[in-house]
């Protein structure tokens, strides 16, 4: 299930996937509190260590000014998730919901929500781009390149995960990944616990955006096309659409 919905606000922060989805989980709580605490509770159910959805924000007619994105347009949010049940919850939460404050400064006003009819992949090799940049870590916890000898690798155990999570069972076949214009981009985050035991004010993410190819089996390939392919993708990472 995709969802786009329009938000309306004059300025976010440039960190701007933290209040995105602080209103998913705001949203959600109120929709559903028993599907939240499955979701997100500390001692959550296995089911939903990797979360069903996805996110990507599109911003136009913006500006950067002191860790501050000033908008003149309006924020179209996407929403994807192999999961129709707690995407029909998300999307029904927003149709309730029409304004949010987030940490007392961002106010935004939620606008039109739609579902957008997905495509559905019959073969075993797709074409798709990014949405929001893919994450590719080690098991050192270092971003990899799309030329790193262990890309693939990787990112086939992420995929394994994130499938057999949502299916009980992991990848029918092993994912060939194939950049066709990919390329770096760097972002930056704030976050508490990484500067209590590093001493930095910024946490560093490397990822590619672009076009790619991905083969493996069909039935992989739509869980992932619906679900995204990212390191902590559930945060605005990894979201897809098909070429």
Not at 176 to 201: A, C, D, H, Q, Y
């Amino acid at each position: 299930m995709r969802i786009v919905i329009e938000l309306n606000t004059n300025k976010i922060p440039l960190n701007y996937n933290y209040l995105i989805l602080s209103l998913i989980k705001n949203n959600l709580s109120k929709e559903n509190e028993m599907l939240f605490k499955k979701m997100y509770e500390e001692n959550e159910d296995y089911e939903f260590r990797t979360k069903p959805f996805t996110f990507s924000v599109k911003l136009e007619d913006f500006r950067i000014e002191n860790e501050e994105v000033f908008l003149k347009k309006r924020v179209l949010l996407t929403i994807s998730s192999c999961d129709y049940i707690i995407g029909s919850v998300i999307y029904n939460s927003f149709l309730k919901e029409k304004d949010y404050e987030y940490q007392n400064k961002y106010k935004l006003q939620i606008g039109k929500v739609s579902v957008v009819k997905e495509k559905n992949i019959n073969s075993n090799e797709v074409v798709f781009k990014t949405l929001s940049p893919i994450i590719v870590k080690n098991k050192a916890g270092e971003f990899l390149k799309t030329e790193d000898l262990n890309y693939q690798k990787e990112l086939n155990y992420i995929a394994n995960n994130i499938v057999k999570s949502h299916r009980g069972n992991g990848l029918k076949q092993e994912l060939k990944f194939e950049p066709v214009l990919m390329k770096k981009r760097v972002i930056k985050e704030r976050i508490s616990e990484f500067t209590e035991k590093t001493g930095k004010s910024i946490f560093y993410i490397t990822g590619y955006e672009g076009i790619f190819k991905l083969t493996g089996d069909k039935d992989d390939l739509n869980i992932i096309y619906k679900v995204g392919l990212s390191f902590r993708k559930s945060a605005g990472y990894g979201c897809l659409d098909v070429v």
